[in-house]
């Protein structure tokens, strides 16, 4: 895995400091890259409906049968968490921006929404799954060893680094490209309308944290969209709210250390779907801008293949094909209706 995360950000360093990954922004069709972002929207979404339902063994892959109804990671602990973070957030970026033409004479109702706007939903769940990891198991006080996890440079072999590129770097690729890089600028540029946004720093970021991180056993990372999506949704909307989202995880990886697994592996995993199936439907949404049938029609044999066949390089690749061929009937279909236009007048 370290060797697959140092190939892939290599290539991806290559392909920002080159201008390549900028040129590839601009060509890519908008209505491939939403295919890709719905894909995986749905597959979070779809993930984190397995999750809420289903007791998972994620050691093993595999789901452990229905999970109950009611308990410290039940079915209606999940669903309370659900209705709050849509009371609060809306169906949208937040019902701050719904409008109601009526505010003017209900300055208390105004004065409620406001209130209810600004609770920082996802925040105050992950609190309440905290709260919950150390009801589940109260012995985690005690096996607490504070301070930071030991970091040692990480020994690669020659089979290592071929396994890495073969079965995890050419897979990869095609979709660090395309959700990673460019699907994460097509995004920031709808959600923030205006601003322009780098391909070039967004690709030589995520290629060097990956070259640095892990040659001492950091596990493979990037911009994924679905992360932005989530951020955005549940009110993140500057670069300070990121800055801060850092540095509190260096400080728990440096007062905690791998201490900090302990609890997250008693984290109530439908409240961890909960928070994952709002992301997901978030970044899905991004499809809203596809107005024409062919951008819809795109996107979807984009999406379709990239589900069912588990591949977004797959997807991609049937996506660009169907854009071609539709842009090619369109222009046979101009040079005949210019040819037909004399034998009509004559």
């Keep these: 895995m370290m060797a697959a995360g140092i190939c892939t950000g290599g290539i991806l360093l290559v392909l920002g400091v080159t201008g390549l990954m ?20 749905l597959a979070f979404a779809m993930s984190a409906v397995k999750y809420i ?33 849509i009371v609060v957030n809306g169906g949208g970026a937040g019902i701050e921006n719904e409008i109601d033409h009526h505010e003017e004479i209900r300055p208390i109702r105004r ?15 992950f609190l309440l799954g905290l709260v919950l990891a150390f009801i589940r ?28 590129f073969l079965k995890g770097t050419i897979p990869q690729l095609p979709l660090s490209v395309l959700n990673s890089v460019i699907a994460v600028c097509k995004l920031s540029s709808d959600l923030f309308p205006g601003k322009d946004f780098s391909a070039t720093s967004v690709s ?34 500057s670069g300070g709210c990121v800055a801060l989202l850092g540095a509190a995880k260096m400080v728990l990886g440096l007062v905690l250390g791998s201490s900090l697994v302990m609890v997250l592996d008693q984290f109530p995993v439908g409240v961890l779907g909960v928070l ?9 949404m991004a499809c809203r801008d596809m107005n024409s049938k062919e951008q819809s029609f795109v996107m979807l044999i984009c999406t379709a293949v990239s ?35 004399p034998c009509i007048r004559a």
Aim: charged share 15%; with cysteine; proline share 4%.
């Design 22 to 41: 900028q040129l590839a922004y601009k060509l890519i069709p908008l209505p491939v890259v939403r295919g890709i972002q719905v894909s995986q929207g």
């Design 137 to 164: 198991r109260p012995e985690l006080v005690k096996d607490f060893q504070f301070g930071p996890s030991s970091i040692g440079f990480v020994n690669i072999s020659k089979n290592s680094w071929k396994q890495g």
């Design 111 to 125: 004065r409620l929404r406001k209130i209810i706007s600004s609770l920082p939903s996802a925040f105050i769940v």
């Design 276 to 284: 994952l199936l709002f992301a997901g439907v978030e970044l899905a």
């Design 204 to 237: 030589v970021t995520v290629g060097l944290m990956n070259l640095v991180g892990c040659w001492f056993g950091a596990m493979p990372c990037c911009h994924g969209a679905g992360g932005l999506a989530g951020q955005f949704k549940f009110g993140g909307r």
């Design 53 to 85: 339902r289903k007791v998972q063994d994620f050691s093993k892959s595999k789901t452990k049968g229905e999970r109950p109804w009611l308990g410290l990671d039940g079915l209606v602990l999940a669903l309370v968490c659900a209705c709050f973070i």
């Design 307 to 341: 589900l069912v066949g588990s591949s977004a390089a797959l997807g991609f690749v049937c996506g660009i094909v169907v854009h071609l061929l539709l842009k090619l009937r369109s222009c046979t279909k101009d040079e005949a209706c210019s040819t037909s236009i």
